[in-house]
């Protein structure tokens, strides 16, 4: 039957540092730098933003690769948790996951994926129905669902066909990326306008448009680190799902070598593209602009329309076509990071359900060898999320959750390291015990500072994680209804 079937291991180092790299780039980085401009509107600021945000995601990465290394099963930071902190942590996650982390982002980038093909067929805007104001049902948001549906059948198809898609996808937008930053370095550098982005690029300010006035705060000291603190969430929010290969480990080859190395690369391969492509930003728009500027000089990196800031630099290259390359571009990416997204995820809700901490049904496999059950239970509550019609509320919360158990996990480390001192560790965290302490340390602090800044969407994140505290305890007094 297939149910007695183990996963099969068939990915190597390439596809796991696909998937890695695949997941993490979806639209993100074509549109956040404008939030994080106006919240810091400065050059040298920003940049650090994101160059701390790749140096906290490399430095997980690498110390993940040490519990990777130990537990090379399917589950990855789920089977971390559990051996670090017991049952309860790692159901805890695995609930967070299903409720908001995994399906949340899956939902918000078929969304993304939806906004921008509505750029070629503008009627996908139209609203076929309103249940109330703040729920309308769009066609754009139907192709979501549907986005979600087809990705969700393909995986089912077997991890071959999964993998196929992933590749091709991620080399796709790697090398339009790299052509992005190429071409926009090119031009952007015959200019001055990054010259006078870098000439005050120390001076911070926060810009906040209401009612059409614009107002701008000088920023320094702890009121700088407070606003920095807490639109790193942007650029933490671009460079996440980073982890999800761990979810997938039972399905690859020699994971005690291949997992740390997929983490390290992938992480460091989209960090390196996320600073280059924001130095190709200031390289061609200025970091300054008005709401109502004609063009996306005018209007700069702070302002363009939507906050597509990718597409307002592709126009400078690439004049009026820029609208519809940029458009392409995101639809490739999103699809793409999606596929990743949905073909991990299904690994962990797998893995819990061999434990008998999720849907029985869902620990099932197919005669692909694919949870294929657990691929379903995950698209239909991400085709929900669809229609919530919260993405910006429910991104925050779900990386600030993300962050929470992040720190859990690398403390894991360390637990580990003095519970089971003569376990096998075929790869150690980097810079032990200095650089995973100090990955908790300034997480920590990210944690607090969006808990005082944005109380609302962090503290949601914080109360469906503790909403799984008794959610946890009946399933476990109820467990054979639980199917």
Known sequence: MPNQHELKRSLGLIDATSIVAGSMIGSGIFIVTAAMSRDVGSAGWMLVLWIITGLITVSAALSY??????????GGQYVYLQRAYGRMISFLYGWTVFTVIQTGLIAAVAVAFSKYSSVFFPDLNNIIFSISKSIQITYAQILAMA????????????????KSIQLIFTSAKLFALFALIILGLAVGLKGDVIIHNFQDMWSASKTTINDGVVTIVPLAGFALMGAMGATI??????????????????????????????????????????????????????????????????????????????????????????????????????????????LAGSRLFYAMAKDGLFFKKAEILNKNLVPAKALWFQCIWACILCLSGK??????????????????TIAGVFILRKKEPDTERPYKAFGYPIIPAL??????????????????????????????????????KKTESII
Do not use: H
Request: proline share 4%.
């Open 65 to 74: 690769g040490e519990l990777a290394g130990m537990m090379p099963n399917a």
């Open 147 to 162: 986005s979600i549906v087809i990705l969700t059948y393909i995986n089912s198809r077997g991890v071959q066909s999964g």
């Open 233 to 342: 969430i942007n650029s933490l929010f671009s460079s996440d799902a980073w982890n999800n290969v761990t979810f997938i480990a039972g399905e690859i080859k020699d994971p005690k070598k291949n997992i740390p190395r997929s983490l390290f690369l992938g992480t460091f391969i989209v960090t390196i593209i996320y600073i280059l492509a924001n130095i190709a930003y200031l390289a061609l728009l200025p970091m300054k602009g008005i709401p109502s500027g004609t063009d996306a000089l005018g209007q700069g990196i702070m302002f363009p329309n939507n906050d597509r800031v990718g597409a307002a630099a592709a126009s400078i290259i690439f004049g009026n076509p820029a609208v519809y390359i940029m458009a392409a571009l995101i639809m490739v990416s999103t699809f793409g990071c999606n596929n990743g997204i949905v």
């Open 391 to 408: 993405y910006n509320d429910l991104l925050t919360y779900a990386t600030f959750a993300s962050l929470l158990f992040y720190i859990f």
């Open 439 to 476: 990955y908790i340390i300034v997480t920590a602090a990210i944690c607090i500072d969006l808990l005082i800044y944005d109380t609302k969407n962090t503290g949601l994140g914080l109360l469906i994680v503790l909403i799984g505290i008794p959610v946890y305890y009946l399933t476990q």
